[in-house]
Structure formats: C-alpha cells, structure tokens
C-alpha cells in the first residue's frame, strides 16, 4: 500500500492507494499516528486507489477514531469503493464513521 | 492449470498476499467474477491470519491452504496445527453500539461468515481444518 500525506486547509489527508490487508494495516497505524504526533487532530483518508480491506485494516480505522474523538478533532473517510463500503457495512462501522462522497466534501465542514 | 493446488506457508502475516494471489488466479481461470474473488480472499485472509496470530499465537507454525475450484464452486480447506479451537463458536460481534462502547477486533470470523456461502470446522488427525466454500451466483 502508498500513503500520501497532504495538509489541506485545517486538515491532513492521507491519500491510500493498494490494498488495506494484514500486512498494510500497520502501516497505515503508524501513519495515522505520526500525523497525530505532529500535531494536528483533523484527519481525512481518501480512499480512491482502495479496493480492498480486511479486518486488520478495520481495526486501524475503530482504534484512530477513537483516538480522535475530543471536541475540535475530526476523523473521515472518503471516496469509498463499493467493496470497500460493503466491508464497512458488514462490520457495522457506517454508523460510527463520517463518510463523506468526496475530499471537498469532507474539508468543507472542517 | 491445476485446479486443486496447496500451498504450504508458514505462521507469519507477511506470507497471506502470497496465498490470496494464488487464489486470485485460480478463481480467475474459472470464471468466476471479481466480486466473488474478492469475498473469497477476505475470507481465506481473515482465517489464515486468525490461526497465525491466535492458534500459533505468533509463535513458529505451518498452515497449508488448499484450493479446489470448478466452474461452479471454489472450496478452500485451511489446515493448521495449533491447539483445537473452533472459531465458528466464537459470539457474533457488537455492530451496534457507539464509537466509545464498540470494542476492536472480533470481526474476522464474522466477515468470513457473511461473505461466504458455507463454512465448517472440524479436529481431525491432529489438525484444525476450516473449509470455506463460494457459489458462483446462478
């Protein structure tokens, strides 16, 4: 998997292309962290070049959210594949995740 | 092409992409579509890195994976010799409550369930053998 991380306006995006297995997932986890490390608590995560996700990748994306869930911090995913949602479903996570449709989307209330 | 292959790996996370490649190819030579390769390889990679990091317990292991498609089924038999333990009787997760309550981990065996059209467990001869089966729609 590649990550690219952008600051946009108030947030940081992560930009995810490849496949969100076992074996990425902790990459992922420590991007995620190093973004909060240096200080910022608004994080989007865009996955356009995302097609698949297994339940290592879901565990990054429950523990990161509730890493950021204080007043003044935000958490998004972006640009979902329908086999990426239809994971997302099945785990019952759409009901505990902000998703938005697209990164302008998401900034914007930001 | 052989249509029933195994593959050996051992107990490390790093080995799964080689395993859902090898079944990537299978299902694709049998026509079968993307949708329903992709279910398959979560599956075989939810069980796989299950028995690695909870049968081995991240210690040394082997696990042989074997594929058997035809044109309207693919099966795959995973074997392993960790302790017994069944995970088909581990409790459905929370998908329910809130960010706070909802606890992480607990979602392999679930995925593996939904995306899948059979799934048994079984001890014989030492090992555990959990056999994952997906239908070609129609």
Not at chain 2, 65 to 90: K, M, Y
Request: charge should be negative; include cysteine; proline fraction near 5%.
């Amino acid at each position: 998997m590649e990550i690219t991380t952008v600051t946009r306006g108030n947030g940081t995006v992560l930009s995810l292309a490849g496949r969100i297995d076992t074996v990425a997932a902790p990459m992922l986890e420590q991007a995620i962290n190093r973004v909060m490390e240096s200080g910022s608590r608004k994080i989007l995560l865009d996955f356009s070049g995302v097609s698949y996700i297994s339940s290592g990748g879901l565990r990054v994306l429950l523990a990161s959210a509730k890493k950021l869930k204080n007043t003044g911090d935000r958490f998004g995913l972006c640009c979902l594949s329908a086999d990426v949602l239809k994971v997302l479903k099945l785990a019952g996570f759409t009901s505990i995740f902000s998703i938005y449709p697209s990164e302008g989307e998401a900034l914007a209330g930001w | 092409m052989d249509r029933s292959p195994t593959l050996e790996i051992p107990a490390d996370p790093g080995e799964i992409p080689r395993v859902t490649a090898m079944l990537e190819q299978v299902m694709q030579a049998c026509g079968f579509s993307c949708d329903a390769i992709q279910d398959l390889q979560l599956a075989v990679e939810e069980a796989v890195a299950n028995t690695i990091v909870h049968g081995y317990r991240g210690g040394a292991g082997d696990v042989a994976i074997t594929i058997h498609a035809t044109e309207g089924a693919v099966e795959v038999r995973i074997e392993d010799r960790a302790p017994p333990f069944n995970p088909l009787s581990l409790p459905d997760p929370d998908r329910e409550s809130g960010l706070d309550e909802r606890r992480i981990g607990g979602l392999g065996i679930y995925l593996i369930r939904q995306v899948v059209d059979h799934v048994t467990y079984h001890f014989s001869g030492g090992k555990n053998v959990l056999t994952l089966v997906k239908r070609k729609p129609g």
